[in-house]
């Protein structure tokens, strides 16, 4: 280790002359030996000064570094050109300067001597960081009468008189909670000297008055300790001095204040069902439930099936829920009624919403509750027997039946024995055109038909074009389309077209 050769100690002295300014550096000086080899320290070095304030160890109260040239082991530098000595270092303390070259320690640290404290004699002109010349000298003058209104810079004094206010104040009495007072003189006020041993001045709502030093009007009480109840989880408290109460902290980290049916706890932060025990570990879905999602952490979200086509919905398949067509099924059957139409006998029906049927005969023919009549405005010869019993009273029909001579409800007749359905049909195959016609009681109307029909003026149709069309396969069926070709009845129908449809039905 480097170190200072004991032959030739480190000198420190003050640099200059104490004339007219005290110096701030100390100049030092050392030989430099290497420990290893004996040979002298040489070159370009680091070197970095401190003071302590012991031999060893202490406290650090001034350092600075620099870097420097070694001619031959001697150096000679001075201390305080980077961070000055002045009288906040050498304020009269002992002290020790420990050396570093390039960052290792000399040893010993080498003791000031007196020659640096010259540094303290330039104290002399000021009083810790103040100049001289800021400093009030002592007062010496005094005022025999008035009071001293300026203290000038040698300390005399300049007196005031008392007789400068407009006032006229002849005494001062004593008010509530104070005493003393008088009316000329110099007068003394003090708060009352008259309670008892550690009683207070307390407002009374008129007045100051002594009272025990209690707790507020609504106390009353004396707490003389505090401690940490039975049920826990607090601590701290005392019977003396200032007191602190707090939740503990003797728990493990993350760990939560939990009631286990007698105090407050440390537990562990688990989310527990305390109401049955369970500890829910995850949410899921199966296949067939009509729900998607879940997690088995985090956040769970569940929603209904989204991988359903548009318009669908969710049906019960019997054993779980699967997309499905939005239908009126009727579940037990294969049917999807979509109407309700009147036949023969029957009047009323509907498309939508409730729909009543209502029993009635056809014209000339009138039937209720409990009776059958016909109706003289629809009859012949043919509904009286030939042994002239009236319409008054039972017929004997002679062995001839009764016949309604009238059409079906929303049928129109047609001369001669011809009924045609009242409105068009739109929409219609032949197929589903034949079977409604079968489910009204007549049948679908034939080429022939619907000519005859047109023949007699019953209007089919206003707004369009009509082109007839048998069925290609039997010719006892017609549609008819709209179409361009009025000349083609017959031809064969353009399935881009709207078809239309038409009952027949034989007058009864």
Same mark, same amino acid.
């Given at each position: 280790?480097?170190?200072?050769?004991?032959?030739?100690?480190?000198?420190?002295?003050?640099?200059?002359?104490?004339?007219?300014?005290?110096?701030?550096?100390?100049? @030092?000086?050392?030989?430099?030996?290497?420990?290893?080899?004996?040979?002298?320290?040489?070159?370009?070095?680091?070197?970095?000064?401190?003071?302590?304030?012991?031999?060893?160890?202490?406290?650090?109260?001034?350092?600075?570094?620099?870097?420097?040239?070694?001619?031959?082991?001697?150096?000679?530098?001075?201390?305080?050109?980077?961070?000055?000595?002045?009288?906040?270092? @050498?304020?009269?303390?002992?002290?020790?300067?420990?050396?570093?070259?390039?960052?290792?320690?000399?040893?010993?640290?080498?003791?000031?001597?007196?020659?640096?404290?010259?540094?303290?004699?330039?104290?002399?002109?000021?009083?810790?960081?103040?100049?001289?010349?800021?400093?009030?000298?002592?007062?010496?003058?005094?005022?025999?009468?008035?009071?001293?209104?300026?203290?000038?810079?040698?300390?005399?004094?300049?007196?005031?008189?008392?007789?400068?206010?407009?006032?006229?104040?002849?005494?001062?009495?004593?008010?509530?909670?104070?005493?003393?007072?008088?009316?000329?003189?110099?007068?003394?006020?003090?708060?009352?000297?008259?309670?008892?041993?550690?009683?207070?001045?307390?407002?009374?709502?008129?007045?100051?008055?002594?009272?025990?030093?209690?707790?507020?009007?609504?106390?009353?009480?004396?707490?003389?300790?505090?401690?940490?109840?039975?049920?826990?989880?607090?601590?701290?408290?005392?019977?003396?001095?200032?007191?602190?109460?707090?939740?503990?902290?003797?728990?493990?980290?993350?760990?939560?204040?939990?009631?286990?049916?007698?105090?407050?706890?440390?537990?562990?932060?688990?989310?527990?069902?305390?109401?049955?025990?369970?500890?829910?570990?995850?949410?899921?879905?199966?296949?067939?439930?009509?729900?998607?999602?879940?997690?088995?952490?985090?956040?769970?979200?569940?929603?209904?099936?989204?991988?359903?086509?548009?318009?669908?919905?969710?049906?019960?398949?019997?054993?779980?829920?699967?997309?499905?067509?939005?239908?009126?099924?009727?579940?037990?059957?294969?049917?999807?009624?979509?109407?309700?139409?009147?036949?023969?006998?029957?009047?009323?029906?509907?498309?939508?919403?409730?729909?009543?049927?209502?029993?009635?005969?056809?014209?000339?023919?009138?039937?209720?509750?409990?009776?059958?009549?016909?109706?003289?405005?629809?009859?012949?010869?043919?509904?009286?027997?030939?042994?002239?019993?009236?319409?008054?009273?039972?017929?004997?029909?002679?062995?001839?039946?009764?016949?309604?001579?009238?059409?079906?409800?929303?049928?129109?007749?047609?001369?001669?024995?011809?009924?045609?359905?009242?409105?068009?049909?739109?929409?219609?195959?032949?197929?589903?055109?034949?079977?409604?016609?079968?489910?009204?009681?007549?049948?679908?109307?034939?080429?022939?038909?619907?000519?005859?029909?047109?023949?007699?003026?019953?209007?089919?149709?206003?707004?369009?074009?009509?082109?007839?069309?048998?069925?290609?396969?039997?010719?006892?069926?017609?549609?008819?389309?709209?179409?361009?070709?009025?000349?083609?009845?017959?031809?064969?129908?353009?399935?881009?077209?709207?078809?239309?449809?038409?009952?027949?039905?034989?007058?009864?």
């Amino acid at each position: 280790m480097k170190r200072l050769a004991l032959a030739a100690l480190a000198a420190l002295f003050a640099s200059t002359p104490a004339i007219a300014e005290v110096p701030s550096t100390v100049s @030092f000086s050392a030989r430099l030996l290497d420990e290893d080899t004996g040979k002298a320290v040489d070159g370009s070095h680091r070197i970095a000064f401190a003071l302590f304030t012991a031999e060893t160890g202490g406290t650090s109260v001034w350092d600075e570094g620099r870097d420097v040239m070694i001619d031959d082991g001697v150096l000679f530098t001075a201390l305080g050109e980077n961070r000055a000595l002045d009288a906040t270092v @050498f304020d009269g303390r002992a002290l020790w300067l420990e050396v570093k070259l390039d960052d290792v320690v000399m040893e010993p640290r080498v003791a000031i001597e007196s020659v640096p404290y010259a540094i303290r004699a330039g104290a002399a002109d000021k009083i810790g960081n103040v100049d001289a010349a800021q400093i009030q000298q002592r007062v010496s003058g005094a005022c025999t009468s008035g009071f001293i209104s300026t203290i000038n810079a040698d300390g005399s004094v300049v007196c005031g008189t008392d007789n400068v206010g407009t006032g006229d104040v002849t005494a001062v009495l004593p008010g509530s909670g104070l005493s003393g007072g008088g009316n000329s003189g110099d007068i003394t006020l003090s708060l009352l000297q008259t309670c008892a041993a550690n009683q207070i001045l307390k407002w009374s709502g008129t007045a100051w008055q002594c009272a025990a030093d209690a707790t507020g009007a609504g106390g009353g009480g004396d707490i003389t300790s505090v401690v940490v109840g039975a049920a826990g989880g607090l601590m701290g408290g005392g019977t003396t001095g200032d007191l602190q109460l707090s939740l503990l902290s003797t728990c493990a980290t993350s760990q939560v204040l939990k009631w286990n049916g007698s105090t407050w706890v440390c537990a562990n932060d688990v989310d527990t069902d305390t109401n049955s025990g369970g500890d829910i570990m995850s949410v899921t879905t199966a296949v067939g439930t009509g729900l998607q999602g879940g997690v088995t952490t985090g956040d769970a979200a569940l929603s209904l099936v989204t991988t359903c086509s548009p318009g669908q919905l969710l049906k019960w398949g019997g054993s779980s829920w699967a997309c499905a067509n939005d239908i009126d099924t009727n579940t037990p059957g294969t049917g999807d009624i979509t109407d309700v139409i009147a036949g023969n006998g029957l009047t009323g029906g509907a498309a939508a919403g409730a729909a009543t049927i209502n029993v009635v005969g056809g014209t000339g023919i009138s039937v209720a509750v409990d009776s059958i009549a016909l109706d003289t405005a629809f009859t012949d010869a043919r509904y009286v027997n030939q042994t002239g019993d009236t319409m008054g009273g039972a017929l004997d029909m002679g062995g001839f039946a009764i016949t309604n001579r009238a059409c079906p409800a929303l049928f129109t007749k047609v001369p001669p024995s011809l009924c045609a359905e009242t409105a068009d049909q739109s929409g219609h195959t032949f197929a589903s055109c034949a079977n409604r016609c079968r489910v009204n009681g007549g049948h679908m109307c034939s080429s022939a038909e619907i000519r005859a029909i047109i023949s007699s003026g019953v209007t089919l149709s206003s707004s369009v074009l009509l082109d007839w069309m048998d069925d290609q396969t039997s010719d006892d069926n017609a549609l008819y389309v709209n179409s361009v070709n009025a000349e083609n009845p017959d031809g064969e129908d353009a399935t881009a077209n709207v078809r239309w449809c038409r009952c027949c039905a034989d007058v009864e």
